[in-house]
């Protein structure tokens, strides 16, 4: 019997995760990776909520908008002062109701949108590192203190292999 390895691409995974968040972490999660399925399943949790926030923001948004307009058109079909002055102050109101609600809108789609991105470029730049490959390469740099004739000498060995 032969086992075939295929080792997890960090493209592919990037790819995964583009298509929904956490999904190329949980592709990553094998044996000796488990915790990749558990980021994998916090971006999904994150994005789902993301998701959910942006959608009732710009719920609210569009709804306090209807509410600026109708506010707005009844303020410019008064014709008596007392009455433009009242109703230009409930439209300035409901305009600036309207102008939170679009901004809270909008950072909650540039959460959402950087919770996407992050779990996409998690997946790659962090993707399980399997030590093979043709540019694979070890460094180390290691500092010792020898001692030598009842004296201390300081010696720094590198090493580089590729």
């Known amino acids: 019997s032969e086992i075939m390895l295929v080792q ?9 995760s583009l298509l929904f968040p ?10 000796g ?24 923001s710009w ?17 410019l079909a008064q014709k008596l002062l007392e009455d433009v002055v009242e109703h230009r102050n409930i439209a300035q109101q409901k305009n600036d109701q309207m102008l939170k609600a679009r901004n809270g809108a909008i ?8 919770i996407w991105v992050s779990s996409a470029l998690e997946a790659k730049y962090r993707a399980p ?6 540019w694979h390469s070890q460094r180390s740099v290691n500092l010792n203190l020898i001692a030598l004739n009842g004296s201390f000498e300081p010696r720094i060995n590198f090493t580089w292999s590729l």
């Open 129 to 134: 590192d399997y030590n093979v490959g043709q």
């Open 22 to 31: 956490g999904s190329g972490q949980r592709y990553q999660a094998e044996p």
């Open 59 to 75: 719920s609210n948004f569009l709804s306090s908008k209807s509410e600026y307009t109708d506010a707005n058109n009844t303020y």
């Open 107 to 114: 950072g909650a789609t540039l959460a959402f949108v950087g």
């Open 33 to 56: 990776y488990e915790s990749r399925k558990t980021v994998g399943m916090i971006f999904s949790a994150a994005a789902i909520g993301g998701l959910t926030l942006t959608a009732v």
């Open 8 to 16: 997890k691409l960090p493209n592919k995974a990037l790819k995964k």
